[in-house]
């Protein structure tokens, strides 16, 4: 590959209209959403560190004690135990304690050109990480580096222009302080911030008992061939601080960096923000932006190539509603005679479609969701850009170093988030880690792990105290302090004492894949041994001699009674199938390691009395402990069939699987469809997920479809709605799915290939199970050309390869690309 192939792009002729036509970038730590017109750039800025709270925040109104929990728990289950299950449910709330804190928007910095009119295009350069904005003569490039961490931006000028830089922050204390070639902003953080679901608790606090909260910096240089006129821009700044002026100016570079006090996952704060972000500027000072650019390019690009994807070209775009002279409207299909031979998996991101590139982004998604035969038909190739999209989100959200990609990933300009825009651990946390594996890029896990053992630490004393019970806990929901307590809010999510248990399963996969090294997995063996020793605790007899899980519920669902709602059992569908894939993982780490712990005894003898899946009276998968009639059978979540995917399969519950699906319907919210696309890929149903991606792919913002039907916004953020990114992040994945998969320890090849994706097509650095790159071509829904790597002994040796009725047997040697005979 030649490093200067071009990649896909997020295209716009037009100003941005907002947060949500912005276009995001980051290097793991910040995160910039810049948003532009002819005459203005807005940086709307990010920390990966900048949360609201501090590690007392938890049990700031106290700590529930072992006797009071023991209490609830007994009274829960008496009561449950007499059929008062609503009852139940309330007695057991004891347990629940407030709120986990929110991830904050940081700093804006604007710019402002004088005299700046015309024509605009404005682009996000996948490949090359890179936001650029032509208009009036004037170039700006920006760039977040992970290499040497900060932001770069890049502005020329085809003859001298007047520039305002201001800086200001939302948050608490701004303080500018200038010299002539640069600045600091210092902040605040607040102590408690209240998600909207808590409308009774003040929205932001600045101060709380036993709270320390962080403090921030954002430090910004900048080198130019003009004037600074007012360097003297020190003081309070909320609004920004509008003095900051550049005359005569055909060049200006300005490099950032932000930091917080933050001193890692559940720990308070530390040392100081501005000697942190004045410190990485340093740095860097040496280097020239030519360099630094380099440098950027380098990292990103080997990234991003990792995994090659081309799903063919646009065949008929669809026609804009008014006459546009751009060429939108033709087919550039070949007549039916001509030869076409399948895309080079090496061209991964080639524009493959001069008419699909006529139009800009969101008019893509547009004509192609108003196409009679959907978007998948008419624009195969924006298909592809979300995946890559989606690899880029992963890979500019979540590095080593860093914490984990939130519901917004690394952007968030509300003070008040949704949902505090936290960690959600009952599905969302590990949706975003869905296409780390397979699409190669394992290493944005690493803050992942280092959010569970935080949780670890600190959720050993939360199983001790709340459960009775040995290793350790999560529920539903965590922030940067590693809460483990269960928050306030309704038994169907806020009762759910598996998140630990999931986290693991879900790190364990890069195992599965051969994607992380000894070292990793030792990491990972003690947090799993802990989350497996709660789990077995948490085990109650059954009449029929059978082990359940209690409390248990199914996230977020909810049955009816004759009392109400209610969503309290004993061992839930989705309990059950985590025991389950949590042994495969605890006992494949152990032979990986070879280990040996008196855990995998004791799940030698409980196991076999936990059930697995089972299938209800009407023949869908059975959700709770008994039949029990739902009071939303068409509800976002598929908690119980967490085994079909991400587990290992839906084995001979095939039927049952299909059935549920059909039940809950297609339409959902954003991350639901892309978990249901990924159950249906699962399940071979090629177009059923081509379906349920169609459903991924239509605009969120040119109707009101209500608070459970996702899309894309503008700048092809997933809607919920609102913005959450698990949808972006967990789509590569399901495609991933559709074109080879190898749970059962066979090669598929072209599993679940939908008839819309059938003509030609290439992916190559695909990964599957055991550990088995695939770089594969088809025409005609039939695979042409295959080649595979295994990546260690763990995946050579004899593998079976299939394609429907036909197989193949190959001999894999570590690191050699062997081609199947076809």
């Known amino acids: 590959m030649t490093t200067d192939r071009p990649g896909r792009e997020l295209l716009y002729r037009r100003p941005s209209s907002g947060w949500l036509d912005g276009l995001p970038l980051g290097n793991g730590r910040t995160g910039a959403m810049v948003q532009a017109s002819a005459d203005r750039l807005h940086l709307s800025l990010n920390d990966v560190t900048a949360w609201s709270g501090g590690v007392g925040s938890a049990t700031r109104r106290g700590a529930i004690t072992a006797e009071r929990a023991a209490a609830a728990r007994a009274e829960a289950a008496a009561l449950w135990d007499q059929g008062r299950i609503v009852a139940a449910e309330r007695a057991l709330a004891a347990l629940q304690q407030d709120y986990v804190q929110a991830f904050m928007p940081f700093a804006d910095l604007v710019l402002r050109i004088d005299g700046v009119d015309g024509p605009l295009t404005r682009r996000l350069r996948l490949r090359d990480g890179e936001h650029v904005v032509v208009a009036g003569g004037i170039t700006q490039r920006t760039l977040v580096s992970a290499v040497d961490g900060i932001l770069l931006h890049r502005l020329t000028a085809d003859r001298p222009v007047e520039i305002d830089l201001s800086l200001g922050t939302r948050l608490g204390d701004p303080r500018v302080t200038a010299s002539a070639d640069g600045a600091v902003l210092t902040l605040a953080l607040p102590a408690d911030v209240a998600p909207g679901h808590e409308p009774t608790e003040p929205a932001l606090r600045w101060r709380v008992p036993g709270v320390q909260p962080l403090t921030g910096a954002l430090a910004v240089s900048w080198r130019h061939d003009g004037r600074l006129d007012d360097g003297q821009c020190d003081g309070p700044s909320h609004d920004g601080c509008p003095r900051l002026r550049f005359t005569g100016v055909r060049h200006l570079e300005l490099r950032l960096a932000t930091a917080t006090d933050f001193d890692g996952i559940g720990r308070p704060p530390r040392g100081s923000a501005t000697e942190r972000a004045t410190s990485v500027l340093a740095g860097a000072a040496a280097l020239d932006a030519d360099t630094l650019h380099g440098r950027h390019l380098a990292d990103h690009r080997a ?40 895309p080079d998996p090496d061209a991964r991101g080639r524009a493959t479609d001069p008419g699909s590139a006529a139009l800009d982004t969101d008019e893509r998604v547009l004509a192609a969701h108003a196409h009679p035969d959907g978007p998948l038909t008419a624009d195969p190739d924006l298909l592809a850009l979300l995946v890559d999209y989606g690899r880029y989100l992963v890979i500019a959200s979540s590095r080593p170093g860093g914490l984990p990609a939130t519901l917004q990933g690394l952007w968030n300009a509300d003070p008040r988030p949704p949902w505090s825009s ?401």
């Open 303 to 342: 990234l991003m190539d990792r995994f090659r994807l081309d799903l063919g070209p646009a065949t008929h775009a669809g026609c804009p509603a008014a006459p546009d002279p751009r060429p939108v409207c033709r087919d550039p299909r070949p007549g039916p005679d001509a030869p076409r031979s399948a």
């Open 422 to 822: 936290a960690y959600t651990l009952n599905i969302n946390t590990e949706m975003n880690l869905w296409a780390a594996g397979p699409t190669d890029l394992a290493f944005t896990a690493d803050p992942v792990l280092d959010l569970v053992e935080a949780l670890a630490d600190r959720g050993a004393d939360t199983a001790r105290r709340l459960y009775g019970a040995r290793g350790w806990v999560a529920h539903h929901n965590t922030d940067a302090w590693a809460n483990t307590l269960p928050t306030a809010g309704d038994a169907s999510w806020a009762l759910w004492p598996m998140g630990g248990v999931w986290l693991v399963r879900q790190l364990d996969e890069l195992r599965r894949l051969d994607a992380v090294d000894d070292a990793w997995c030792r990491r990972l063996w003690p947090v799993a041994v802990g989350a497996t020793e709660f789990a077995l605790d948490l085990l109650t007899e059954r009449p029929d001699g059978s082990l359940a899980t209690w409390p248990s519920t199914s996230p977020e669902n909810t049955f009816a009674t004759d009392a109400g709602p209610a969503a309290l059992t004993r061992g839930t569908g989705m309990d059950r199938v985590l025991l389950h894939e949590l042994a495969a993982s605890v006992r494949g780490l152990a032979d990986r390691l070879a280990l040996t712990h008196p855990v995998l005894d004791e799940l030698d003898v409980a196991l076999p009395r936990v059930p697995g899946p089972r299938v209800a009276a009407d023949g869908t998968v059975l959700e709770w402990d008994t039949d029990r009639p739902a009071t939303e059978p068409r509800h976002r979540h598929l908690s119980h069939l967490m085994f079909a995917y991400p587990g290992a399969g839906p084995g001979e519950h095939a039927a049952a699987v299909a059935a549920t699906l059909d039940q809950r319907g297609d339409d959902s919210t954003g991350w639901s469809v892309v978990w249901k696309a990924a159950v249906r890929a699962r399940l071979g149903d090629g177009d059923r997920a081509g379906t349920l991606l169609a459903l991924a792919l239509r605009p969120a913002w040119d109707a009101e479809r209500g608070p459970h039907a996702g899309g894309l916004y503008r700048n092809l953020l997933a809607a919920h709605p609102p913005f959450q990114i698990d949808g972006n992040l967990g789509l590569p994945a399901v495609v991933a799915d559709l074109l080879a998969s190898g749970v059962d320890g066979t090669v598929h090849l072209l599993p679940a290939l939908p008839v819309a994706l059938a003509d030609a097509g290439a992916v190559g650095g695909l990964v599957v199970h055991p550990g088995i790159v695939v770089d594969l071509r088809w025409s005609q829904g039939r695979p042409t050309a295959v080649s595979l790597t295994a990546r260690s002994d763990r995946s050579s040796g004899h593998r079976l390869v299939r394609w429907r009725d036909r197989r193949w047997l190959v001999q894999l040697t570590p690191g050699v690309r062997t081609s199947v005979p076809l």
